[in-house]
């Protein structure tokens, strides 16, 4: 979940001021909201070290009824709680109904702290997050808002602010050895981050990732989602309140559409234009590529025919050592998924690799779970399956389109993550390109299409009726990107707007992916 | 979960005749309204070696029109199965919408099978049984209705039934080497059984254990279970349907008790009389105590002390080595709780164990989640935490006398399991004891009280209410021991008719227990 963040996300002094004007009151009256329907919040504040946990928590408080609600700091374990089951220090410090428990840090040090420093064994990190997962069910199940937030920095600015605190007598004491060891081993800290949050990010209790090398901007966010979820929880009881009387008074019962009004409640009034937008609190680093990069003709030819040397070699030895490959292709209309699936397979051995187009279902696959139709075409060992489009369709256009229901896309995250999960423990190498380019790149492309009579059956009146739709389909994909982007199956952005750089990127990453799987079957 | 089936159940030829005479038209029309409905179906059937998988399989498809069916044979994987994830087979033959897959085995070889022969690695399992469980959870979440059988029989029935086909030609390569192995091992095989059931039985995808020592009941019951299912699908599809007209129509949403009506319908006609009553489904063994055993005073006495005096030891033994001990009881109304409890803890050092005796929630209580006052009072390392009554009656009297909603205590079972696991993970010893005592030696118990002017204050109304609902409780108790009786923490049901043979249980148990645990900790 970590990979396709953009930290380079800011705001100025100013606008937070003015924002946090009015964003401070309304979470002070959804307090006192929460308070009269009795209902329990957990906000959850995790993160790298220094990346302003303490900061935030003191900014999220100041609009709070202090009467209402309370911080947990969650240091190393007591010897009282030693002596316990790990969760039992949380269990015995839920909040009440209508109370707000602050957790700076929650209960994933087994699965983070311990598990770098190799106090928890590697083979008990599995059974720990299965433990953390059925705590979040349990108390969500019971109607507890979980609210988990993830403050991420980087390598570099966490050594910068280490050393401003170490500069400093008065705050030298805060930087500690084992902090400047997760700081230098900053790769594999992330890592085992990046998969308690994919192992943990479930359909009761996901996270929010804070982009936080800037102060304002992560502030903001955590308003945001803070509001956003009390919002949430109050219309889902108000409903569930309304549903009751209406169930009393008819003996009917209408049900399982709940789920998918969520986030759809039309707010009114003065805050929603201080909080970010609903796109901003899942934006990816998408926005980042940077389309101008190119190659001319001559370097693109010589790269090409390299790497395509390279395939034909790297194929023939993936089969010998029966590994089985994924290659996913998803991007805009005309982004150029077609020709570098063509680049990609030409020097291929064609008994070893199919390509499977990915069309709306037809009658027999629309009658069957969706993701069957891509069970079934999964590549056997030893052999490639390339996708042109994918399961992910269930979460672009199936959810801008309203094929799926949102309680159906919506769960579609966890679902895809654990298939590709399940082929990962099977040995597949799974590679994901995402063919991006600019909209008004796509619009070029278009027109020209348009224009060449070989090409002209290639554009249809739904690419254009499509591309009405770019922003929704943008917010889509930024979500996907950040949310199915594992480290067993990460997504590559592929910058699309030129062509030659774009294939040759795909091809370089791939034989990168099945080198590096040969080595480590090796 | 096998822990407390009553393998004696029968039914003779002639009755399961008459009732198959209802029972598969019923099965039939049921088939046709599911088609109608597009609700995919999907029957699993589990279970030990000869219980009868295939016999009961052919008796459920005489009543199927075979055009919307089809039998799976789960044998070992092929050449081509082999080269996928091991769900890949399953996954590619789930059933179309409207269509019945019957699994002949489902995806439990690698936990069952494949662990008792080691090539799954130990390791490995946990891995598995989440790949199942997500499996099963994707299917349900998408409609598909997944009923899962398991056919449980004895060693000695087993073993019977495999001579008897060694002794016939015909029959004989029916049997082979293997399953004459996990017949020498089964109690080993059988464990894993149980481990696997345990880590399955969850929400969306629940087992039905089903007596396999006598053909015809067991026919009956998988009947009573197939059709209560699929009655249960066709009621909540049309629920929703109506659910969604009106939402449509009044853009209104009612929400959230829809599972609480499960099984509430009032079914009327000719077949409910003859499927097997819904507590016949979940009954245990609890009936087959043996309420006549008994001690003499003599016995009693010199028992008891020669116990008393071990579990001194004992205490002291489990302080020194930091091993937490729950001991929780539960039973009917006056069926000697307190006096076992007292017998306990008379020689034990008082500052090394606390009884949390367990009333109505008081209102602190009740503004937190219900497993809060438990979690609290579990005992840190060395300790002995006694609970008379205890979480349990969450799934007893809350159910009973509707405090929990259905979709509450439906879901308890698992939170339950879920928390003596963690408990049991960290190193506790759980026993659990539930008193047992006829419907009228409670009787003469509350008239003894009543007339002992020591004691009348023991005695309540309520004790006198709650008896007149005898029967609701019996098939709550059925139910939460079979479903809670796990591998690391099983019921264990105590004849209590007898005082002193009850209390000695009681005891004997605590002390082979403890012992146990000193010894793996050694």
Not at 373 to 382: H, L, S
């Amino acid at each position: 979940m970590l990979e396709q963040i953009d930290l380079s996300k800011k705001m100025s002094k100013e606008e937070k001021k003015r924002r946090m004007e009015v964003l401070q009151p309304e979470l002070g009256r959804l307090q006192r909201q929460l308070k009269e329907a009795g209902i329990p919040v957990m906000i959850v504040f995790e993160g790298f070290g220094a990346a302003g946990k303490g900061y935030q928590i003191a900014q999220l408080i100041e609009a709070l009824d202090p009467r209402g609600f309370y911080v947990n700091s969650t240091a190393s374990e007591s010897e009282e709680e030693r002596m316990h089951p790990f969760l039992w220090r949380f269990w015995t410090k839920i909040p009440a109904k209508g109370q707000i428990a602050v957790f700076d840090r929650g209960w994933y040090r087994k699965v983070l702290l311990d598990r770098f420093d190799k106090t928890t064994p590697e083979n008990e990190v599995a059974e720990h997050l299965q433990e953390i997962n059925s705590f979040e069910r349990q108390l969500t199940a019971d109607g507890t808002v979980l609210i988990k937030l993830f403050l991420c920095i980087d390598k570099k600015e966490q050594k910068r602010r280490f050393e401003k605190l170490m500069n400093h007598p008065e705050t030298a004491w805060r930087v500690t050895k084992d902090d400047l060891k997760r700081n230098r081993h900053f790769g594999e800290y992330k890592r085992m981050n990046d998969e308690m949050l994919e192992a943990t990010d479930t359909d009761c209790a996901s996270w929010m990732v804070i982009e936080s090398m800037d102060r304002e901007f992560a502030t903001v966010k955590i308003y945001t989602a803070v509001i956003s979820a009390l919002r949430q929880a109050l219309l889902e009881k108000e409903e569930r309140v309304r549903a009751e009387t209406t169930a009393a008074a008819t003996a009917e019962v209408a049900t399982g559409t709940a789920k998918s009004k969520r986030g759809k409640k039309k707010q009114t009034g003065k805050p929603e234009e201080e909080m970010l937008s609903f796109d901003m609190l899942r934006a990816s680093s998408l926005d980042k590529a940077d389309l101008t990069l190119s190659l001319d003709r001559t370097e693109y030819k010589r790269e090409l025919d390299a790497l395509q040397k390279r395939i034909e070699v790297l194929h023939s030895a993936l089969y010998r050592k029966h590994i089985p490959v994924v290659i996913a292709f998803e991007g805009w209309d005309a982004a150029g998924k077609g020709g570098a699936i063509k680049r990609l397979t030409s020097h291929m051995d064609p008994r070893g690799y199919r390509v499977n187009p990915t069309a709306s279902p037809n009658d027999f696959e629309k009658v069957h779970h969706y993701l069957w139709r891509f069970w079934r075409n999964m590549p056997k060992d030893g052999h490639i399956a390339v996708f042109d489009r994918t399961w992910y369709g269930r979460v672009m256009v199936e959810r801008v389109e309203h094929f799926a229901t949102d309680e159906e896309w919506q769960r579609a995250y966890q679902e895809i993550n654990e298939m590709e999960k399940q082929l990962c423990s099977h040995g597949t190498v799974i590679l994901k390109f995402w063919m991006q380019i600019s909209k008004d790149e796509q619009e070029k492309r278009f027109r020209a299409r348009m224009e060449d009579p070989d090409k002209r059956w290639k554009i249809t009146d739904e690419d254009w009726r499509n591309r009405e739709k770019w922003d929704a389909y943008k917010t889509a994909v930024d979500e996907m990107l950040m949310r199915t982007s594992t480290t067993y199956a990460p997504w590559i952005i592929v910058e699309g707007n030129d062509k030659y750089y774009a294939r040759v990127k795909v091809l370089r990453k791939t034989v990168e992916a099945l080198e590096a799987a040969l080595k480590r079957k090796a």
